[in-house]
């Protein structure tokens, strides 16, 4: 076990993994305000859309006009979902500066969620990461349950686990994002997976992507963080969830990622009031619920 990271990145997944699933609709040019606030609270890496089909993610229909609008910065990433070659050809087309693979860790999952077995998504997968690296434009890898699955329990072998990611990192994908889809990780687990990965990719390619269901994700990240993880996707508020697992909470909500950090003395470059003020706005003016802490918290002393 190595000691803590000096400084993590951030992904703010909250504008696509966030979004994606509320019932309530959220306009294209709030969707942009988010954006930008994100950016201004000091995010350096965000998920702005997802070209995926409109008639099973609805939410992610405007993720063109969504880029073409948002106010770039230079030094800002801003990724998008691409499941499929059609998917990468409107990335490109959106000026996307980074694309997003996945694949799910179980076949029970793969199927429900993309209509494939895990083989048939990365054969899916590989004319996209090479349209991607045509276009310069680098490529992130997501594995969803790697730490539970809805239909197959929570013993997900974490030998499987690492050899889906050295699959996808020879495929081309500089980073793999590890999803604990439904939130049923524990730290002990999470310390296992990183320690058999290990043995088949470096611990800097690695991401951690915790949802927060039973109420483990900080604990998990900070598991991860011992094992040498130093990028964290979270999103504000704690928007998002699961629709395969019922009662899910979704994704860690940035803020309570960021307090901790802080308080482990990690840097991030993110502005936590700045952070919470967009919590407000998701709030206020989206009207939807902030599933965040420390967010609840701070704004209880203000």
């Known amino acids: 076990m190595s000691s803590f990271p000096a400084s993590v990145r951030i992904v703010e997944v909250g504008a ?4 994606q699933n509320q019932s309530s609709d959220v306009s294209t040019l709030h969707k942009v305000a988010l954006i930008e606030r994100l950016c201004d609270a000091g995010i350096k890496h965000v998920e702005a859309g997802a070209f995926v089909s409109p008639k099973w993610v609805p939410m992610m229909a405007d993720s063109a006009e969504v880029m073409a609008l948002i106010k770039r910065r230079d030094d800002v990433i801003y990724s998008t979902l691409t499941p499929n070659v059609k998917g990468m050809e409107a990335a490109i087309q959106a000026n996307a500066n980074e694309i997003a693979v996945f694949i799910s860790a179980t076949e029970s999952f793969s199927q429900k969620n ?11 997968a590989e004319p996209v990461v090479a349209l991607a690296k045509e276009n310069g434009i680098r490529v992130r890898g997501y594995i969803s349950c790697v730490l539970g699955c809805p239909w197959e329990g929570d013993d997900i072998d974490p030998s ?7 699959l996808l990192l020879d495929m081309g994908c500089f980073e793999i994002s590890l999803g604990d889809t439904i939130g049923r990780g524990t730290p002990g687990k999470v310390t296992r997976l990183i320690n058999e990965i290990s043995k088949q990719a470096d611990v800097s390619q690695l991401a951690a992507h915790f949802h927060n269901t039973y109420g483990q994700a900080l604990a998990n990240i900070y598991a991860a963080l011992a094992s040498g993880v130093s990028v964290i996707d979270s999103s504000v508020a704690g928007l998002g969830g699961c629709p395969y697992a019922k009662g899910a909470t979704g994704n860690v909500a940035t803020e309570d990622v960021l307090y901790m950090l802080e308080g482990l003395g990690i840097e991030t470059g993110i502005n936590l009031d700045k952070l919470v003020d967009v919590a407000c706005f998701v709030r206020d003016t989206l009207q939807l619920h902030i599933d965040s802490n420390a967010s609840k918290a701070l704004l209880n002393r203000r």
């Open 114 to 124: 993309t209509n494939c077995s895990i083989a048939e998504a990365l054969v899916r």
């Open 160 to 166: 499987r686990i690492a050899d889906l990611t050295a």
């Open 16 to 19: 696509r993994d966030g979004l």
